[in-house]
T-cell receptor, first 115, second 114 residues
């Protein structure tokens, strides 16, 4: 069974440009999460989808970030315009349900560098 | 402020020794605790979850939880070089809107020498 896959694995863009990150969750997982780790900091929650609906987006840093999950399958996270402080690793994760103890599976992350 | 604290390490242990990784958390109402292992450049992988005070064992791993003292630890017995990785402590954020977000510590780097 394929795990959580993310694309691109690495991206280098200039300040002010746009980047779109894609995540394909494990098949059948209704719950999809985005997390981010910036240099020297801990992994932080960004948002949570249940199917195509945004269940919680309390961790989104500002309105330059837009996440979508049309059709409830894959998800995209767009950063527009990118700023230097957006550099970091963006992790996507998925789970079958959101009950306590339910295993959340992470992807390998998309490394974003804004120069 | 909601926080999960871990010693960043590196924690160095010889092969065959017990590695002890510690984590403290600030939110007293937290109920669900997780340990993830992350190899360099790879995805965090869940290795243990614990919800009740006391010990939970799974193979060479033992998670320990003490809610009164607000700490959770991970013991790795008979450490192997393949255990060398960063270990992330995570707590489910019960005050989060949907109750599903995880709060992570910065992780402890473990190095097991052969």
């Amino acid at each position: 069974e394929a795990g959580v896959t993310q694309f691109p694995s690495h991206s280098v863009i200039e300040k002010g440009q746009t980047v779109t990150l894609r995540c394909d969750p494990i098949s059948g997982h209704d719950n999809l999460y985005w997390y981010r780790r910036v240099m020297g900091k801990e992994i932080k929650f960004l948002l949570h989808f249940v199917k195509e609906s945004k269940q919680d987006e309390s961790g989104m840093p500002n309105n330059r970030f837009l996440a979508e999950r049309t059709g409830g399958t894959y998800s995209t996270l767009k950063v527009q315009p990118a700023e230097l402080e957006d550099s970091g690793v963006y992790f996507c994760a998925s789970s079958q349900d959101r009950a306590a103890g339910n295993t959340i599976y992470f992807g390998e992350g998309s490394w974003l560098t804004v120069v | 402020q909601k926080e999960v604290e871990q010693n960043s390490g590196p924690l160095s242990v010889p092969e065959g020794a017990i590695a002890s990784l510690n984590c403290t958390y600030s939110d007293r109402v937290s109920q669900s605790f997780f340990w993830y292992r992350q190899y360099s450049g790879k995805s965090p992988e869940l290795i243990m979850s614990i919800y009740s005070n006391g010990d939970k064992e799974d193979g060479r791993f033992t998670a320990q939880l003490n809610k009164a003292s607000q700490y959770v630890s991970l013991l790795i017995r008979d450490s192997q070089p393949s255990d060398s990785a960063t270990y992330l402590c995570a707590v489910k954020d019960v005050r989060n809107q949907a109750g599903t977000a995880l709060i992570f510590g910065k992780g402890t780097t473990l190095s097991v020498s052969s």
